[in-house]
């Protein structure tokens, strides 16, 4: 599966971006879906994940309230809705999948996840 993730750019602090992660070559339905991060100097890092149904979520602590992944299995696209958007969100934002759908929780650790999209920067600014 191909991933290509889009809808990043410059945000104030308070304000709103929405991503989408756009997949192609196989059925988005097989497969779990994450969104992570990585900000200069920093490792990658878990921001949310959905199940491929899209009936469970899960979200890093400091993006809790405030971001919210969801799916549309038939456009085959995952979106991250981020709000009240803080400078410590700058960051570039990764795509990811993982075959695995019939975990019991859905994966945090990027290891978990074997199809990365390319990344879209996001810059908050105060």
């Known amino acids: 599966v191909q991933l290509q993730a889009s809808g990043g750019g410059l945000g104030q602090a308070g304000g709103s971006l929405r991503l989408s992660c756009a997949a192609s070559?196989?059925?988005?339905?097989?497969?779990?879906m994450g969104w992570f991060r990585q900000a200069p100097g920093k490792e990658r890092e878990f921001v949310a994940a959905v199940s491929w149904s899209g009936t469970e979520m899960l979200y890093e602590d400091s993006v809790k309230g405030r971001f919210t992944i969801s799916r549309d299995n038939a456009k085959n696209t995952v979106y991250l809705q981020m709000n009240s958007l803080k400078t410590e969100d700058t960051a570039v934002y990764y795509c990811a999948a993982d075959p695995q759908r019939w975990r019991m929780v859905v994966a945090q650790g990027p290891s978990e996840y074997d199809y990365w999209g390319q990344g879209t920067q996001v810059t908050v600014s105060s």
């Open positions: 070559g196989r059925a988005l339905i097989n497969f779990n």
